[in-house]
C-alpha cells in the first residue's frame, strides 16, 4: 500500500516510530494507503529543521520568496488533474469540486500571498518635531499550522502561504483523515526549491503529533483551523506559554430569507450554501430562516430540489454529491437526524445512508442531503454544529425575531442574508453576531478580506494583510529628531 511520508529538513522520510495508520477512502470504506502516526520525536526533528532554516529564510529578500512560492502556485496549477483526483479520493468529495475550487483556490492561496508580501508595509508615526516611530514587522521565527479535513488543500495552503511569504518557517500537519494532497503538496515543494527546512509537514494524530506542536515551547505562534472543542484545547495549552494564536472553529450558519429577494437566484444558491461538499464547509448555511409569507412556497420547491441530487461516485466527473468524510463522521451526522426527530423535527427528504447505484461504493458512507422542519430554534439540532448533509427549515415573521433566533447560537462565524431591500440588508449586516455577512449571496471570497469568526467561532482573522499580521511581530523603533 502507498506510503504517506513526513517531509522534514527538504527530504521525504518514514516516522521515527515506525508507526503506521490507514487511511480510508470514504466513497469505497477500504483503507488504501498508510500514514505516518508520527510523535513528538519527528515534531522535534521538524522542530530543529525549521529553526536552522529560518535565519537565511528569515533575511531572503521577500521579492525572492514571492518567486519560489510562485513557482509552487504554477506546480499546483500544473498538477491540478492528479491533485483533484487525490483530493476525491482521499475525501469523498466530487472531482469536480476539487477540480473546480478546492485545487485551484490552493494555487490562489499560494499565489495569492507571494504577490501579497510584494505590497505588505507598515506604519511610521511621526511626532512633530520630536521623533519618528516606524512599526518594524518581523516574522516570528518558527510557527506551526494545523488544518482540518474539510478542505484538505485550500485550508492548508491558506495557512502555510502567509507564514512562509512573511518569512517563518513552518512546522505544519494536515488532518489525518485527509493527508493525501499536504504529502503530495511535499513533492512539489522541492521541484519548486523551497530551502530544506522551510516547510516541514508531520503527519499524525492530534493528541500526539498535533499535541507535540502546540506543546512546543519554541514554536511561538499557532494557526489552526478545526473544531472549536480541540480550539478550546489548545488555547489552554498554548495561553501560559504566551503563543500567539490564531483558531478558525465551528460554526452553526444562519440563511435568512426575505419575501422580497430574488427568489430564483436564492432557491439556487440557498441549495449549494447547504450541501456544497456535502454540507462539510464550516460556511454552509445550516439553519435556514425563510419569511412566513414564502414559507411554504420555499419549503416546497427547495425540497422537489434536494430531493432530485443525487449521490454519487466522487470520481465520476458528473457527480454533484459525494460521501462524507468517514465511518466515525457518518454515524455522528445520522445520531443528530435521529435527535432531530426525537426533538420532535419532520424530515422532509433524506434523513438516511445511502448507496450510489456503483458497485465501487457499495461500502462508502453516503446520506442523503437532509431537510428538517418543525424544531425549536434553541433545540440541539439547531444549537449544535452537525457539520454533515442536514439543514432545518424554520419560519420567522419580523426582523427582530429572526435576529434573535439567529444570534441565539454559542457560533458566529457566516451568515447570509436574502433581500432586496438594501436598508434592511445593511441593518440585518449591522446586528448579526458573525464574522462574515453575504448579502443575497454566498462564499464570494476576495483573499483580501478578514476571514474568521466571532464567539466560539474563533480567535482573529486570516486572510489579506490580517494573515501578513498575524505572522509577523510588531516592533515599535523610535527616532528621536535633535536639532
Ligand atoms: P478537529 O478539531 O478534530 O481537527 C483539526 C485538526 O486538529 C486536525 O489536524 C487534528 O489532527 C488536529 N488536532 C486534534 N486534536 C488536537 C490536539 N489535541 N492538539 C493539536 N492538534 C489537534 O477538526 P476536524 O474534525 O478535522 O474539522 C472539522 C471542524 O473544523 C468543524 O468544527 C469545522 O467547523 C471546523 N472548520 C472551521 C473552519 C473555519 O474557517 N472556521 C474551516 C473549516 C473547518
Not at 529560518?54 to 499546483?76: C, G, H, M, N, V
Not at 415573521?397 to 451568515?415: F, I, R
Request: net charge negative; glycine share 8%; hydrophobic share 40%.
Amino acid at each position: 500500500m502507498k506510503k504517506i511520508l513526513n517531509y522534514i529538513n527538504g527530504k521525504l522520510v518514514e516516522p521515527a516510530t515506525q508507526k503506521w495508520l490507514n487511511n480510508v477512502n470514504p466513497a469505497t470504506g477500504k483503507d488504501y494507503s498508510l500514514i505516518p502516526d508520527s510523535d513528538a520525536s519527528d515534531v522535534e526533528e521538524a522542530y530543529k529543521a525549521a529553526a536552522n532554516a529560518f535565519p537565511s529564510w528569515s533575511t531572503t529578500p521577500y521579492a525572492e520568496r514571492s518567486q519560489i512560492l510562485t513557482k509552487l502556485a504554477d506546480l499546483i496549477g500544473a498538477n491540478l488533474e492528479s491533485l483533484a483526483l487525490a483530493e476525491s479520493i482521499d475525501n469523498g468529495k466530487p472531482v469536480s469540486l476539487a477540480s473546480h475550487v478546492d485545487i485551484p483556490r490552493a494555487e490562489s492561496n499560494i499565489r495569492f500571498f507571494a504577490s501579497a508580501i510584494n505590497h505588505f508595509h507598515s506604519e511610521a508615526h511621526i511626532m512633530e518635531d520630536r521623533g519618528i516611530n516606524y512599526t518594524n514587522r518581523k516574522p516570528i521565527g518558527v510557527v506551526g499550522c494545523i488544518s482540518p479535513w474539510n478542505l484538505p488543500l485550500y485550508l492548508f495552503t491558506w495557512k502555510i502561504a502567509p507564514a512562509l511569504a512573511s518569512g517563518n518557517t513552518v512546522v505544519a500537519k494536515p488532518s489525518e483523515v485527509t493527508p493525501m494532497t499536504a504529502y503530495l503538496l511535499s513533492e512539489l515543494c522541492i521541484e519548486a526549491g523551497l530551502p530544506a527546512g522551510v516547510l516541514n509537514i508531520v503527519h499524525g494524530l492530534g493528541p500526539s503529533a498535533g499535541d507535540a506542536i502546540i506543546s512546543h515551547p519554541k514554536i511561538k505562534a499557532i494557526s489552526f483551523t478545526g473544531g472549536t472543542k480541540t480550539g478550546a484545547y489548545i488555547a489552554s495549552k498554548a495561553a501560559p506559554m504566551f503563543k500567539k494564536l490564531s483558531l478558525e472553529l465551528g460554526g452553526k450558519n444562519p440563511a435568512i430569507i426575505f419575501a422580497d429577494c430574488d427568489f430564483d437566484e436564492m432557491l439556487k444558491t440557498t441549495v449549494r450554501s447547504s450541501f456544497a461538499n456535502q454540507g462539510q464547509i464550516c460556511l454552509c448555511g445550516s439553519r435556514i430562516f425563510v419569511e412566513r409569507s414564502i414559507y411554504t412556497k420555499f419549503k416546497e420547491a427547495f425540497v422537489a430540489k434536494v430531493a432530485r441530487m443525487k449521490a454519487g461516485n466522487p470520481l465520476d466527473p458528473s457527480t454533484k454529491f459525494g460521501a462524507v468524510v468517514g465511518k466515525d463522521h457518518m454515524n455522528k451526522v445520522l445520531e443528530y437526524i435521529q435527535l432531530a426527530k426525537e426533538e420532535g423535527g419532520t424530515v422532509l427528504t433524506g434523513g438516511n445512508r445511502i448507496f450510489p447505484e456503483d458497485e465501487a461504493c457499495a461500502e462508502g458512507y453516503f446520506i442523503a442531503p437532509t431537510v428538517i422542519e418543525g424544531l425549536d430554534y434553541m433545540c440541539r439540532t439547531n444549537q449544535e454544529e452537525i457539520f454533515g448533509p442536514v439543514v432545518t427549515l424554520t419560519p420567522f415573521d419580523t426582523e427582530e425575531e429572526v435576529l434573535k433566533m439567529a444570534n441565539s447560537v454559542e457560533y458566529g462565524l457566516a451568515a447570509t442574508v436574502w433581500t432586496s431591500h438594501l436598508n434592511r440588508a445593511h441593518k440585518m449586516a449591522q446586528q448579526l453576531e458573525s464574522g462574515i455577512v453575504w448579502i443575497n449571496c454566498w462564499l464570494v471570497r476576495d483573499l483580501r478580506t478578514p476571514f474568521g469568526g466571532v464567539k466560539s467561532s474563533g480567535v482573529g482573522r486570516e486572510g489579506g494583510f490580517e494573515a501578513l499580521r498575524f505572522f509577523t511581530e510588531p516592533q515599535n523603533v523610535c527616532i528621536q529628531l535633535t536639532s
